[in-house]
C-alpha cells in the first residue's frame, strides 16, 4: 500500500530524514514514536508532499514516484490517495463543519455539491456529530473540531490516514473521544499512519510501532516487542 525507499529530507544542510525504509501494507495501523525533533512529524508530512523530500522513492497505492522527479500530476495522485489528520485541526474557521467535510470533495474530487453534502451528512453521523452539521469550529470543543478533522479525512475514502499528534492540541477531557474515533477506524481495517504520544493507544491498537531517532528507523516490530522488553 505504501513503501519509502531510500526517503532522505535535508533543509539546506540539515538532514532531518536520513534514508528512511518503510513499507505499510492495507489495513495496517502503524505508530511511529520517538524523541521530538527527530523527524517523526516531516515523514509523514513527506509521504503526501506537504513536504517535498530531497530523494528516495515514495510508493502509494499503484503509483511509484522518485521524489526528485515527481510531477505535479504525480503529487496529485499521491494525495488523491492520503487523507491528513492535523494536530491543530486545521478547519476552514468560516466553513460549518458540513463544509469543512464536503469541501476537498467539491475542489478537488470535484463532485457536485449535492452529493459532497450528502456525503457529509453520513460522515457526521458516523462520527456522532450529525447535530452539529451547522456548527462553525469556533462553536465546537477541541474533541468535536479533531472529530471533523478526521471525518474530513474519512470522507476522502483515501486509502491512507495520516494523523500528525491529533490529540496533543487537545484539553485532557476530549483525548478519549477522539482517541475513540480512531480506535472505530482501526477497527474498519483503515489503514493508519500515525505520530502520537498516545502510548496505551499504540499499545493497545498499533499493528506495528516504528521508532525513529536521527531520522533513521532504530528499531519496528508490534508493539509487544518494542514496550515489553525483557
Ligand atoms: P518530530 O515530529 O519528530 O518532533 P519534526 O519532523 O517536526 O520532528 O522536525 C524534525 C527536525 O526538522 C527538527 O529539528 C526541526 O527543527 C526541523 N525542521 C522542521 N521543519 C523545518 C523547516 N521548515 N525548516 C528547517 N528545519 C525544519
Ligand atoms: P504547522 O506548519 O504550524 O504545523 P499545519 O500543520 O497546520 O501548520 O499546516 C501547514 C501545512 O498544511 C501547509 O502546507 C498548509 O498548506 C497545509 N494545510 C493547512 N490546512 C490544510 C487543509 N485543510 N487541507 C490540506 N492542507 C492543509
Known sequence: MIKLTGLRKQYGETVVLDGIE???EKG???VIIGPSGTGKSTLLRCVNF?????????TVGDLTVDVE????QDVLQLRRHTA??????????????LENIAERLIVVDRWPKAKAHARA?????????????????????????????????????AEVI?????????DPEWVDEVLGLMKQLAAEHQTM???THEMAFARDVADRVVFIEGGRIVEQGPPSDIFYHP
Not at 522527479?69 to 505535479?72: E, P, T, Y
Not at 453521523?125 to 470543543?141: C, M, N, Q, T, V
Not at 495520516?162 to 487537545?170: A, G, H, K, Q, V
Open 121 to 157: 451528512r453520513e460522515i457526521l453521523e458516523r462520527i456522532g456529530l450529525a447535530d452539529k452539521a451547522d456548527a462553525y469550529p469556533a462553536s465546537l470543543s477541541g474533541g468535536q473540531q479533531q472529530r471533523v478533522g478526521i471525518g474530513r479525512a474519512m470522507a476522502t475514502g
Open 193 to 195: 499512519i500515525l505520530v
Open 162 to 170: 495520516l494523523f500528525d499528534e491529533p490529540t496533543s492540541s487537545l
Open 28 to 30: 495496517e495501523i502503524v
Open 84 to 97: 491528513f489528520v492535523f494536530q491543530n485541526y486545521a478547519l476552514f474557521a468560516n466553513k460549518t463543519a
Open 69 to 72: 522527479r515527481a510531477s505535479k
Open 50 to 58: 506537504l513536504e517535498q523530500p530531497t530523494a528516495g522513492e515514495l
Open 22 to 24: 518503510l513499507t505499510v
